[in-house]
């Protein structure tokens, strides 16, 4: 694949990071588009996408440390500059999800908004957004997937690939466009659900529920290190079985429309 999409002189564009940014990019334009539909003005908005995308960066890259503490190094000088020199790689969206998420609330509750509407607003975007940054894992070789001799198998060979040396020239698992496929799909659901006639929340919780239920899947063709397994499951499984149940649960009992008479 592509991980440096050009060079010029030590400047080096990404495809990571190029992607990921207009994945971003994405979400925000087409939330503006849906703004008149909500009580945000522009300040407000584009403070929320500031917000949700440091949380975002932040969460993310604090948990791929957490569960990957192991493989950063044999003493805390390695581990730390393992850190430091490869920040643009490792993120693990769970954790930004928690932390972006905990950091809207505060924003949302001190500017006085109504915040399950506004959450469904918001929540449209990501699927869009995330996408795109996972094609942008794809052509950087992370969050690779396991040897098949499936049709959909992709080899990476490029010698700047995130794939470990032993796994270029095999055919893996193309996880990274699986995930990209669900997330586009999830978007499409979400974009017609929020204009159904809804209770504020439903459309997040869908969203939970939705990309959890996938990620869960996902998580059994994935070739990476994914952390110390919790009964059988990688962390990011462990989580996503946690946000099913709990989401489940609020929508079922909260969300589901009353029976008549």
């Not at 008149?36 to 908005?45: C, E, G, R």
């Not at 924003?107 to 918001?122: G, Q």
Request: proline share 5%; hydrophobic share 50%.
């Amino acid at each position: 694949m592509h991980p440096i999409l050009f060079k010029i002189g030590s400047f080096e564009m990404a495809s990571y990071g190029l992607m990921t940014a207009l994945g971003y990019g994405a979400a925000a334009w087409y939330l503006l588009r849906k703004i008149k539909q909500t009580q945000l003005d522009k300040d407000t908005f584009w403070n929320l996408i500031f917000i949700a995308f440091v949380g975002a960066l932040v969460g993310s890259k604090l948990l791929y440390i957490i569960v990957s503490w192991p493989l950063l190094g044999d003493t805390l000088a390695e581990k730390l500059t393992n850190i430091v020199q490869n920040f643009r790689y490792g993120f693990v969206f769970f954790g930004g999800m928690i932390v972006s998420v905990g950091s809207l609330i505060w924003y949302i509750k001190k500017k006085k908004l109504p915040l399950l509407p506004t959450a469904d607003f918001l929540i449209t975007g990501v699927p869009l957004g995330h996408a795109l940054g996972r094609v942008g894992c794809f052509l950087a070789g992370c969050c690779y997937g396991r040897p098949t001799g499936s049709s959909f198998g992709v080899v990476f060979t490029n010698p700047d690939t995130l794939v470990p040396p032993e796994l270029r020239g095999i055919h893996l698992h193309p996880t990274q466009l699986y995930e990209a496929a669900g997330n586009i799909l999830l978007f499409v659901w979400l974009h017609y659900a929020s204009k159904r006639k809804h209770k504020p929340g439903s459309v997040l919780l869908q969203y939970v529920i939705g990309y959890a239920a996938m990620r869960f899947v996902i998580e059994f063709f994935r070739g990476d290190y994914r952390g110390a397994y919790i009964l059988g499951m990688s962390p990011s499984q462990a989580l996503a079985v946690c946000t099913v149940v709990a989401a489940a649960y609020v929508y079922w009992f909260f969300m589901k429309e009353p029976k008549n008479g």
